[in-house]
């Protein structure tokens, strides 16, 4: 499986109609502590937007949401995928990503077969606090070795430089949030973005 080289979070569905038509082809919808009305709501017009524009969506955390609206992808960090079913998850065909940030992590990541594993922070960060310090270019490398065929991807304190910079060392996938999201020209920076990882695509 081949993922796109730019990863975008988002936080809102009118991003996807806002930078799809910029070369934005793989995005994530993280919605944290809104009404599950609201981010069913948030769901349905990405998955419109996203196939508006040739998205590949991916929704975070709410696994039940993703099954009944008919997902096809969903991310999950340590704390969610304890209290996910995966065999649901899977009985309804959603592929899955999964948060990891040292070796525990990602060994419960692969005890979990996903169809993507992250990486983070890569670089030092501020779109998240997290407990692990920035973990570098080199344990992408490590990492790379360690899970074989399964895509990688990078996520914390990217830029399109960083982005380049990690898919040398291994990464399959860039992930960024603040540096496209909270730009002052996001559409401009999605360009930029689509056009330094344009090789790996």
């Not at 709501?41 to 419109?48: D, S």
């Amino acid at each position: 499986m081949k993922l796109d080289p730019f990863y975008l979070i988002i936080d809102r569905a009118a991003w996807i109609d806002r930078l799809g038509p910029s070369g934005l082809r793989f995005a994530q919808l993280r919605i944290k502590r809104a009404d599950p009305g609201i981010v069913r709501g948030e769901i349905r017009a990405a998955k419109a937007a996203a196939a508006r524009h040739g998205v590949t969506l991916v929704i975070n955390d709410h696994w039940q949401l993703a099954i009944e609206e008919r997902c096809d992808w969903l991310h999950l960090g340590q704390e969610d995928l304890a209290a996910a079913d995966l065999d649901r998850i899977r009985a309804a065909g959603l592929k899955f990503g999964l948060s990891s940030h040292d070796d525990s992590e990602l060994q419960t990541a692969l005890d979990a077969d996903p169809d993507y594993i992250a990486l983070g922070p890569v670089f030092p960060t501020t779109a998240k606090q997290v407990p692990f310090a920035p973990q570098g270019l080199e344990r992408l490398r490590t990492w790379k070795e360690r899970i074989g065929q399964i895509p990688l991807v990078a996520i914390g304190g990217l830029t399109p430089v960083r982005a380049v910079q990690a898919l040398e060392h291994g990464a399959d996938s860039a992930a960024v949030i603040t540096d496209v999201t909270g730009n002052a020209d996001p559409v401009a920076r999605t360009r930029e973005w689509v056009e330094a990882t344009e090789t790996w695509r």
